[in-house]
C-alpha cells in the first residue's frame, strides 16, 4: 500500500516545490532539509519556475512495472534554471526530437496508477518542449 | 395565473458586489485526430465531417492535469497569491475518479490548498459555466475576495457513433474577484433550464446515449435561444452592443445558426468559434470560446457568453472589458498557441490514447 508515501511527497511531485538556503541561497530539489553547498539547515519552502534544458537522457522501451502503458517514453535529466538538476520523464514529445541542450517547461501529468484500474491515480511532474507562442 | 411570475429584468442575475474576471486560461492537449480519420474506419470515407478535427488527450492526461494547467495559467495572469483563493470548483463530465474530488487535486498543485472551498460540478456541457456563476455569487457576495471556477472535459464517444468525430478534450479556468481588480466585468447572468433527457450517461456506462434528432431543436436550440433572449430583453440590449458572441459548439453547424437566429454576425462570432479546429470540449467549450475572444479584445468591448448543457440548460453572462485587459492577457499563453501546437494522430493512436485498447 504505497498510499501514504504519494500522500506525504505530493506537494513536492504536483508543482516542483523544494527549498530555499537562507544562508547561501542555493536552491534544493527534492527538498532535503540540510543545505548540500553550504552545510546549514534549509527549510524554506521554494516554488521553482519549472524551466530548464535538457541535460541528458534515455528512451525506455521495456518499463518497470506499472509504467507498461506509457511505453515508449523518453527519462531524462533536467537542469533546472535555479540550478538543481532532476531525473522526470519527458512528454508531448517524440524521442526523435529530442535533443541536449533543448529548453523545457514543467507540467503535472498523470505517472501511473497505483496497481490496476482501481488503484489510486499518482501525479507528477513531468517536462515538455516549451511552448510557442503562436 | 400566477401573480408572482417574474419581469423579465428581475430575472437577470447580479452580485451586490460587482465582480469580474481577474484571471483566465486555456487548455488544450497537443494532439489531433482528423474527422477524416473516424470516416475512414467508419465509412469508407464516405460521411460528411462536422468539424476539420478534434483535440485528444495525451496518455498522461486527464481532466485534473489538464484543469492544473489551466488553473496556472488563469493565476499567471490574475497576479494574485494562490493562498488567496477561496474556492476551486471543477466543472467536468469525465472527472478521473466516480468518488474524491477533481478540485482537491488541482488546489494542491497551484498551491492554494487548505483554505479553500473545493467541489466537482455537474451538468454535462454546462457544467463550467454552471460552476462560474457560483463563484461570481461567492465573490459577489462578499464570502470570498477570489474564487476560481474551471470547465474542463476529454469527451468519449461511442467507437463509430456521430459523436466521434467532434468529442474533443480542453477547456479553460476563471479567477473571479472584485470588479475593481478584473480585466472584464460580469455585468450579469442568466439561467434558463429544464428537465429535458436528450443527452445522458448511466451510472458504470463508458459512453453516454444521445437522441440524434432530440439533441437539436428542444434541446440545443431551445434553452440556448431563452437563455440569450431573456438577457437581451431584460438588460434592454441588442446583438449590435456586443463586440463578440460565443455560444455552446457541439458542431460547427449548431452555433453558427442559432447566432444568426438570433441576430448576430459571422464576425462576432468567429474570434470563439474554434470547434473546428480542436472539437467539441463539452464543458470547456463555450468558455475556451471566451479565452481566445479575451486574447483579443479591447478595453470595452461586450462579449455574450452562452453556453449549453444537455439534460438540459444554458447560462448566459454578459461580460465587459475593461482597461486592464490589454496588460493581463501577455502574462499566460493565449489559446490560439495551444490550437496552433498540434500533432495529428491516425485512428489507431487515438485508440490507444483513448482506452479503447486492452493490455491485459
Ligand atoms: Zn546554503
Not at chain 1, 523545457?104 to 518542449?129: C, H, L, Q
Not at chain 2, 476551486?88 to 483554505?115: L, N, R
Request: glycine fraction near 8%; hydrophobic fraction near 40%; charge should be neutral.
Amino acid at each position: 500500500m504505497e498510499i501514504p508515501r504519494h500522500w506525504r511527497i505530493r506537494k513536492q511531485r504536483y508543482g516542483l516545490v523544494g527549498e530555499v538556503c537562507p544562508h547561501c541561497e542555493a536552491k534544493l530539489f527534492p527538498p532535503r532539509d540540510v543545505c548540500p553547498e553550504c552545510g546549514k539547515d534549509a527549510r524554506e519552502p521554494y516554488h521553482f519556475s519549472g524551466r530548464g534544458e535538457v541535460f541528458s537522457f534515455t528512451t525506455i522501451y521495456e518499463p518497470p512495472a506499472g509504467f507498461e502503458e506509457y511505453a515508449p517514453y523518453t527519462v531524462a535529466l533536467v537542469k533546472l534554471e535555479e540550478g538543481p538538476i532532476v531525473t522526470a520523464q519527458l512528454t508531448d514529445v517524440n524521442s526523435k526530437d529530442i535533443k541536449i541542450g533543448m529548453p523545457v517547461e514543467m507540467v503535472t501529468r498523470k505517472i501511473r496508477t497505483d496497481g490496476d484500474e482501481r488503484g489510486m491515480i499518482v501525479y507528477g511532474y513531468k517536462f515538455r518542449p516549451v511552448l510557442q507562442e503562436a | 395565473m400566477n401573480q408572482t411570475e417574474s419581469q423579465p429584468k428581475d430575472l437577470l442575475l447580479k452580485p451586490n458586489r460587482a465582480v469580474g474576471i481577474v484571471g483566465y486560461g486555456a487548455y488544450v492537449p497537443q494532439y489531433r485526430l482528423p474527422a477524416a480519420e473516424v470516416a475512414r474506419i467508419w465509412t469508407d470515407g464516405q460521411a460528411a465531417l462536422p468539424i476539420k478535427e478534434k483535440s485528444v488527450p495525451g496518455l498522461d492526461e486527464d481532466v485534473a492535469t489538464m484543469s492544473i494547467e489551466a488553473a496556472r495559467n488563469a493565476m499567471k495572469r490574475a497576479r494574485i497569491p494562490a493562498d488567496q483563493l477561496r474556492a476551486i470548483w471543477v466543472g467536468s463530465e469525465s472527472h478521473p475518479y466516480a468518488v474524491k474530488p477533481t478540485s482537491t487535486i488541482v488546489a494542491e498543485a497551484i498551491g492554494a490548498a487548505p483554505h479553500i472551498q473545493a467541489g466537482d460540478w455537474e451538468f454535462a456541457c454546462k457544467a463550467g459555466t454552471e460552476a462560474m456563476v457560483a463563484a461570481i455569487a461567492f465573490v459577489g457576495s462578499g464570502m470570498a475576495n477570489f474564487a476560481m471556477a474551471i470547465g474542463m472535459d476529454t469527451a468519449q464517444g461511442r467507437p463509430g457513433d456521430a459523436l466521434e468525430y467532434t468529442a474533443g478534450a480542453g477547456g479553460a479556468a476563471f479567477v473571479f474577484g472584485p470588479a475593481e481588480t478584473s480585466l472584464a466585468i460580469v455585468e450579469h447572468t442568466y439561467s434558463f433550464v429544464t428537465d429535458t433527457p436528450d443527452f445522458f450517461r448511466r451510472q458504470y456506462q463508458k459512453y453516454p446515449e444521445h437522441a440524434q434528432r432530440f439533441t437539436g431543436d428542444p434541446a440545443y436550440f431551445k434553452h440556448i435561444t431563452n437563455a440569450a433572449q431573456t438577457l437581451l430583453e431584460a438588460s434592454g440590449t441588442r446583438p449590435s452592443d456586443y463586440r463578440y458572441a460565443v455560444f455552446h459548439q457541439p458542431n460547427l453547424k449548431f452555433p453558427q445558426k442559432v447566432a444568426a437566429q438570433l441576430g448576430f454576425t459571422k464576425e462576432q462570432i468567429a474570434p470563439g468559434l474554434l470547434v473546428g479546429n480542436i472539437g467539441n470540449t463539452y464543458a470547456g467549450a463555450a468558455i475556451i470560446g471566451l479565452t481566445a475572444i479575451l486574447d483579443i479584445a479591447e478595453p470595452g468591448d461586450r462579449i455574450l457568453v452562452v453556453s449549453f448543457g444537455s439534460g438540459a440548460g444554458s447560462d448566459a453572462f454578459s461580460i465587459l472589458t475593461t482597461d486592464a485587459i490589454r496588460e493581463r492577457r501577455d502574462l499566460a499563453p493565449k489559446t490560439k498557441d495551444y490550437i496552433a501546437r498540434r500533432m495529428p494522430i491516425d485512428y489507431a493512436q487515438y485508440v490507444r490514447q483513448r482506452g479503447k485498447l486492452t493490455i491485459k
